[in-house]
């Protein structure tokens, strides 16, 4: 079946650090991938995307690559801020469904 | 575009009432998801619409929940009897890639 595995948080890194949250997936053909951001308080939102192997995603310093030979869409950026703390969602749909796996969330916090 | 609306923002009540959420998709949007997030649980799928018409409604919990899409504007999700397992967000999303509403924080008493 399709699943999708993230680390587990929650994680906390200072402010600059260099930030990475696995991501590995489970699913039929070459499913689209995705990372959601939740804020304190508000539904998630669409981070990036990548539709197809060695796809990029990127936006707001946040960085993915999709890697079918591992089966990976880690999540990067080279300088956190304490406004990235919240939650991060990694996702796929596969080929042919329009139903959204999501993985079960890792918490971020950034301390100043 | 107002992205999706969901009412209401907050919800109390009492164990045994109805409990009715509303929501209106972004328009031009096909599909609407409904989800239910908690600590316990995290995030879950109760059911999905496309063109109006449920598709999968495997994540409704039991028969005290159910979801009508009458329109292409405009979809509710109604908890009767609700109980205090039912405290919650809910959160409403449309389209292929998910815009999510800022949900409905229910607490059942």
């Known amino acids: 079946g399709n699943s999708v595995t993230q680390m587990e948080g929650p994680v906390t890194l200072s402010e600059e650090a260099f930030l990475t949250i696995n991501c590995t997936y489970t699913?039929?053909?070459?499913?689209?991938l995705f990372w959601y951001v939740q804020y304190p308080g508000e539904g998630l939102q669409l981070l990036l995307k990548?539709?197809?192997?060695?796809d990029k995603g990127s936006n707001k310093g946040f960085e993915a690559t999709y890697r079918k030979e591992t089966t990976s869409f880690h999540l990067e950026k080279g300088s956190v801020q304490v406004s990235d703390s919240a939650v991060y969602f990694c996702a796929l749909i596969p080929r042919s469904a329009s139903k959204i796996i999501f993985g079960s969330g890792t918490r971020l916090s950034i301390r100043p | 575009d107002a992205g999706v609306i969901q009412s209401p923002r907050h919800e109390v009540t009492e164990m045994g009432q109805e409990v009715t959420l509303r929501c209106k998709p972004i328009s031009g949007h096909n599909s609407l998801f409904w989800y239910r997030q908690t600590m316990m649980r995290g995030l879950e799928l109760l059911i999905y619409?496309?063109?109006?018409?449920?598709?999968?409604d495997s994540g409704m919990p039991e028969d005290r929940f159910s979801a009508k899409m009458p329109n292409a504007s405009f979809s509710t999700l109604k908890i009767q009897p609700s109980e205090p397992r039912d405290s919650a967000v809910y959160f409403c999303a449309s389209g292929y890639e998910q815009f999510f509403g800022p949900g409905t924080r229910l607490t059942v008493l």
């Open positions: 699913a039929t053909g070459y499913p689209s």
């Open positions: 990548a539709t197809k192997a060695d």
């Open positions: 619409f496309n063109n109006n018409v449920p598709i999968d």
